[in-house]
């Protein structure tokens, strides 16, 4: 199982990006696949997970109604929709995918998930 994140880049504060997490050699429809980030000497952090087996999402405080996390099943890919960017927003974004479908509680710790990609870069700054 692969998962190849794309999409980040350079953007001002307020600007918008849209982040791409397609997955190769599996499926995740029934489980969960997430995003995580990683700042620059910070731990990696929740960002939002979907579960497949009830379509539900889970996000990080902060970036409640501000960045939504979809998916599209037929492409077996998930998009993270960054909007109102800040600077605190700067990190390494990566996605993470289980083909359980995970308990509510848990879908904010990286140990539940089995497959990462490799991350991309999303910077904001004017």
């Known amino acids: 199982v692969q998962l190849q994140a794309s999409g980040g880049g350079l953007v001002q504060p307020g600007a918008s990006l849209r982040l791409s997490c397609a997955a190769s050699g599996g499926t995740f429809r029934t489980g969960t696949m997430g995003w995580f980030r990683q700042a620059p000497d910070a731990e990696r952090e929740f960002v939002a997970a979907?579960?497949?087996?009830?379509?539900?999402?889970k996000y990080e405080d902060s970036v409640k109604g501000r960045l939504p996390m979809t998916r599209d099943n037929a492409k077996n890919t998930v998009y993270l929709q960054m909007n109102s960017l800040k600077p605190e927003d700067t990190a390494v974004y990566f996605c993470?995918?289980?083909?359980?479908?995970?308990?509510?509680?848990?879908?904010?710790?990286?140990?539940?998930?089995?497959?990462w990609g490799q991350g991309t870069q999303v910077t904001v700054s004017s």
């Open positions: 993470a995918a289980s083909q359980r479908s995970m308990i509510w509680s848990s879908l904010g710790d990286i140990v539940g998930y089995d497959y």
């Open positions: 979907l579960r497949g087996q009830d379509r539900k999402t």
